[in-house]
């Protein structure tokens, strides 16, 4: 069943309206969003947060772009519930310091579809403090599916490359399906990147049916640890070039 437009915004202050009010359906971002300094989007269940090329594929993906700064990345960016579909977006995510595990997207609920988007995850100022960022990231007993062209970026360094590290997309104790017509591409312009990874016992990744994965990390391309799953199979194709050297 389609859903409803619950409204269509083009600035920060429409969006966090729209988002406030907890009414189920889609957002559609008609232009390019800016948001305030520390300011992140948190989708109540049943909220879906779409670009106008959803709707109509002669328009171009939005853009939203956060910023986080004086270490106030212990949020996530943009934060999915239950029930949410984010898709045909550009996401731009800053921050000047990682001091926890986070993601440009975090997915805390059930439900959650992920396609068509893009993410590119800047660190230019990170230090040697513990802790990880992840393009896509799911936490404890949630579940998703990733649909469509995904693209990540992670750009960004650290001193220390076994303390702080970028991910691509972490599942941890998780439950991720990567199937159907999924394209992921995942590069990592640092030297303390990993491509994909499922942690904790509960932590799972399926990739079945047709799906293309293309990575390049400076860590692991695609790794399970502490207990995590990797499942691949069907017609999958997964490329892998690691700049690892020790």
Do not use: C, M
């Not at 984010?86 to 805390?108: C, F, P, W, Y």
């Not at 001193?159 to 972490?170: A, E, F, P």
């Not at 030297?191 to 860590?219: D, F, K, R």
């Amino acid at each position: 069943t389609a859903q409803p437009i619950i409204a269509r915004v083009s600035t920060e202050e429409q969006l966090l309206s729209a988002v406030s009010s907890g009414k189920k359906g889609l957002i559609v971002l008609d232009a390019d969003i800016t948001l305030s300094v520390n300011q992140n989007i948190e989708l109540k269940d049943g909220q879906s947060l779409v670009g106008a090329g959803y709707l109509d594929s002669s328009r171009t993906d939005a853009k939203l772009t956060f910023n986080f700064q004086n270490k106030a990345d212990d949020r996530s960016a943009l934060i999915l519930n239950n029930d949410s579909t984010i898709s045909n977006l550009k996401i731009e995510h800053t921050s000047d310091q990682i001091e926890a595990s986070r993601g440009a997207v975090e997915i805390r609920g059930k439900n959650n579809t992920v396609g068509n988007i893009g993410i590119s995850l800047n660190t230019p100022a990170v230090t040697d403090k513990d802790g990880n960022y992840s393009g896509i990231r799911l936490g404890k007993a949630s579940s998703a599916r990733i649909i469509g062209k995904t693209d990540i970026r992670l750009n960004g360094y650290n001193i220390d490359i076994w303390k702080g590290y970028l991910t691509g997309i972490l599942v941890e104790n998780g439950n991720l399906e990567i199937s159907g017509n999924a394209d992921i591409n995942i590069i990592s312009a640092n030297s303390n990147g990993h491509g994909i990874t499922a942690a904790g016992n509960t932590g799972i990744i399926n990739i079945a049916g047709a799906a293309q994965i293309n990575i390049q990390a400076g860590l692991n391309g695609i790794q399970s640890t502490l207990g995590g799953n990797i499942d691949i199979g069907g017609s999958a194709v997964i490329n892998v070039k690691s700049l690892l050297t020790l």
